[in-house]
């Protein structure tokens, strides 16, 4: 842990879709550490459309059970809210960003320009990976996608 037991890990537990793995393991990992003469950079992990810190996350899902193209625009706008709510702590907003990755298996192509390119989420450019959540975990909501700004 961090000072004042703050996780400086940031993760997303996703599974790829295209040549999964065997078994359960860990990719990659990013964590900070402090360096005098670098410049600003930081990761933002990546945020399912469930509220942090309410318990079973299925019970606050956004938009629960509903991936029609007005479901995914709700558990689209309230993760990219969400990123929006997690920069400004680390002192930084989306024109900070070098990368944006998103990490989904369905079609978030109609939201990519009205919701994600009027926030200034796209100059960076979109990394996107086919991914869906880890399904062995019982309190995930069902996770349309992730989403994690990066400067680095």
């Known amino acids: ?11 997303s537990n996703v ?21 005098p003469h670098a410049g600003a950079s930081f990761i933002v992990a990546g ?25 995914l625009r709700r558990k689209a706008d309230w993760v990219l809210g969400e990123m929006e ?9 989306w024109q900070d960003a070098s990368a944006v990755q998103i990490c989904s298996v369905h079609d978030f192509h109609p939201l990519v320009f009205d919701l994600m390119g009027k926030r200034g989420v796209l100059d ?11 399904i062995a975990s019982p309190n995930l909501p069902e996770q349309t996608g992730a989403l994690a700004p990066l400067r680095a």
Do not use: W
């Open 47 to 71: 945020s399912a459309e469930a509220p942090e810190g309410k318990g079973d996350y299925r019970d606050h899902a956004i938009a629960r059970g509903d991936l029609s193209p007005e479901g």
């Open 15 to 35: 599974c790829p879709v295209v040549a999964p793995p065997a078994e359960p393991g860990i990719f990659a990992f990013s964590y900070t550490v402090p360096e």
């Open 124 to 134: 960076p450019g979109l990394g996107v990976a086919l991914c869906q959540p880890d």
């Open 85 to 93: 709510r997690r920069m400004p702590g680390l002192g930084f907003d």
């Open 1 to 11: 842990m961090g000072e004042d037991q703050v996780n400086p890990v940031a993760r």
